[in-house]
């Protein structure tokens, strides 16, 4: 109970899209019967933009899922390379610091293209050192697109978390550590929860960035909604009105994950205890 009560508006907001999308299902057909009384143009029509949202909003449940999976295991990595860095892992510190350098200076479309082409390479490359019998050719595209997708994500957030990590109290961290504390326990119970303070603002942002990013997955033969409202353009070639439909569409879902970033940084916010006014003296 005190669970759902502390992280009530993240559900709010992610049932508030769920219901959205059965909506546009259930609703498609009124709704279509509703766009055909809008009034259509020769340079621009009213009626192209709206009567693509309900197909456009079908593969909301594509890009959301792009997004998380990528933005997961995207933290999980950047935990890791900042982890590595402030660490200074031989070897691995080197390599970390040319992948990171690397990925934050290629656009996420090469690197997107380079792991749709690159990750059968390495797994054709895999069965011929071990003589195993991979079929490459059934990978789903979205492994090239999320693995992609977490690598460039990894790459800025491993920053934003080294720079919280490091902004940590010494105090606290010794603290800990003279409690008896592993350095497992230390990062996990003082280090992680006190730096996701300071990192959730800029993480959020990422979060965006990495949501729009997903419009280019359809490089990797992914239909998400960019390559959706495309589809519907080639109809009737519409393209400018659908184009208008589904960047509103990002912009009411970037509107949604920036009020739930909010409800997470109040989650996570210190309060300041309220000043009470104590008596001195009085009757005992």
Known sequence: MTWLKKHRKGL???????????AAKVFEEPYKGWTQSIPTGKIFSPRAVFDAVPQILGKLPTTIGLTLLGALFGLILGLIFAIVKIRRVPVLYRIQALFVS???????LVQLLLSYYGIPMLLRKINLTYGLDWNVDNVPAAVFVVTAFAF??????????RAAIQSVNAGEIEAARSLGMTETQVYRRVIIPNAAVIATPTLINSLIGLTKGTSLAFNAGITEMFYQAQIISGNDYRYFERYVAVSMIYWGISF???NAG????NALAIKNPESQIVEVGGDR
């Open 12 to 22: 709010t907001w992610l049932l508030g899209l769920l219901l959205l999308v059965i």
């Open 256 to 258: 949604l994950i920036e």
């Open 262 to 265: 909010r409800g997470v940084e």
């Open 102 to 108: 690397f990925l934050r200076g290629t656009p996420i």
């Open 152 to 161: 460039n994500e990894a790459a800025y957030a491993s920053e934003t978390i």
